[in-house]
């Protein structure tokens, strides 16, 4: 163990820390057997918790909200299933973690969460159904990307951009429809919600429910303005007008019902003790982010398309065109500035384009491509997790504590900062309460020293 280490210090110019794993990471107890058994039942029951929810409505979705209709043989299996797969994520975690320590004798930066973290995260995930695979893969590859540049900024290589996420958003629009464009979206069955958050063409009227609940007024005004102008190009029923106003009209209040929803379940508690202050909390302006970002999307996406379609006719140009309105649509994000759909929006055009270079034979297919990916994502994930949790989305930190019962802060990262990372910046005054008899060094190194 000593040349080993000699070698990872010296060839190699890597941190070592000599350290136990009680004293290091399990610092809720010193037998890494018991510790690992105690995280055990709060994950099993935060991951049954976390997929009943999930798969539940998922069912009450595919029957409609009739309960009689639920296969429930099918959804116990399914909880049962994924629950285990995320339990033995976090278990086999932190097993890998200290017979890594074991092992090799010492602590050097990419045991301390990344080699585990890829090793569990490859064996939980031969767990869990084949046919989910890909899409935790896409969430996943989502998150570390995100992780990256945060941690990118973090260290300084990256310049942190305000309200930059309709920079990704936008790109990720534009190479969506580029593909539509191109018609190279049927390898991967692209489409759907996004056409119908829109409103292109088909849907660029307002459906029947909300038509008949319009004050007369508006509704006149609007049977006036489909009457307008419409491009020789468009395919839209009524004018281009109509085609920008009314999905716009459409999303804003759906999106106003949805924020409100939203608002009222955060505020639930204070709602309750003052009534009155419901009106002032949902006129505020916070509440009126999501429906101006969805309401924004049409009314940008459509005003361009319709406009390039008169200055620039002709179907040599339609790709060029939708490309353009889809850059222009993504601005919208600036109303309501949100990283996990900016990201999950890029990376589905990507994969989108994947899927097409793989049907044409231009890239290699590889076996269990998802898995890998997925091994890849959360092993990075997990590692940032553990090193530097300040440049993880706040969000899935707080789903990594729910999951480990809070273990994940009780790693002693007073330590961890000396392999080179500023791991304890969420933590500075976190110091483990250790049993001295099961230390190999002095926790008043790293202890803050008392005032007298």
């Known amino acids: 163990m000593t040349v080993l280490s000699k070698f990872v210090a010296g060839t190699l110019g890597m941190k070592v820390l000599t350290t136990n794993c009680y004293e290091t990471c399990h610092t809720w107890e010193p037998d890494c057997t018991k510790a690992i058994q105690a995280a055990v039942p709060e ?28 296969r429930w043989k099918r959804l116990l299996a399914a909880i049962s299933r994924s ?52 899409a935790l893969a896409l969430y996943l590859t989502n998150l570390a990307s995100e992780t990256a540049y945060r941690q990118a900024v973090s260290h300084g290589y990256l310049r942190f951009i305000p309200k930059g996420q309709w920079i990704v958003f936008s790109l990720g629009l534009g190479l969506y429809y580029w593909l539509k464009g191109e018609g190279r979206l049927e390898a991967s069955g692209g489409g759907g ?26 509704r006149e005004y609007l049977i006036e303005l489909r009457k307008g102008d419409k491009g020789d190009e468009c395919g839209h ?27 009222i379940l955060r505020n639930l508690k204070t709602l309750k003790k003052q009534p009155l202050k419901i009106l002032f909390t949902l006129l505020s302006k916070n509440n009126f982010r999501i429906p101006a970002f969805i309401a924004l999307m049409p009314f940008l996406y459509n005003t361009m398309n319709c406009g390039l379609r008169r200055w620039i006719p002709g179907e ?8 353009v309105a889809g850059l222009v649509s993504g601005v919208a994000m600036r109303a309501f500035p949100n990283v996990t759909i900016a990201m999950y929006m890029l990376w589905k055009a990507i994969s989108h384009l994947f ?44 789903f990594l504590m729910g999951l480990s019962g809070n273990r994940l802060g009780l790693l002693n990262r007073k330590l961890f900062d000396g392999v080179g990372f500023n791991s304890s910046k969420m933590f500075p005054h976190f110091f483990p309460i250790l049993n001295h008899r099961f230390v190999t060094r002095n926790t008043m190194e790293y202890h803050p020293i008392p005032r007298v």
């Open 43 to 70: 994950a099993l029951l935060f991951s049954l918790r976390t997929y009943a929810i999930f798969y539940a409505l998922g069912e009450l979705v595919s029957t409609k909200g009739d309960p009689r209709k639920i």
């Open 237 to 263: 029923e009524f004018s281009c007008a109509s085609a920008v106003v009314e999905p716009s009209l459409r999303n804003f209040v759906i999106g106003f019902g949805v924020s409100s929803c939203l608002t």
């Open 355 to 398: 899927e097409d270079l793989l049907s044409k034979g231009y890239l290699p297919k590889i076996p269990h491509g998802a898995t890998l990916l997925y091994t890849l994502a959360t092993g990075y994930v997990l590692f940032v997790a553990a090193i530097e949790p300040h440049s993880l989305r706040s969000g899935y930190y707080e």
């Open 316 to 323: 040599n140009w339609e790709t060029t065109r939708k490309t």
């Open 83 to 134: 629950s285990l797969f995320l339990t033995t994520n976090l278990v086999m975690y932190l097993w890998y973690m200290c017979r890594i320590r074991n092992l090799m004798g010492f602590w050097t930066w990419p045991t301390l969460g990344l080699t585990n973290g890829l090793l569990s995260s490859f064996t939980a995930i031969l767990i869990e159904k084949p046919a989910r695979r890909p």
């Open 193 to 218: 919600l996004l056409e119908k958050i829109q409103g292109i063409d088909e849907h660029a009227v307002l459906p029947s429910w909300l038509w008949t609940k319009l004050p007369t007024k508006l």
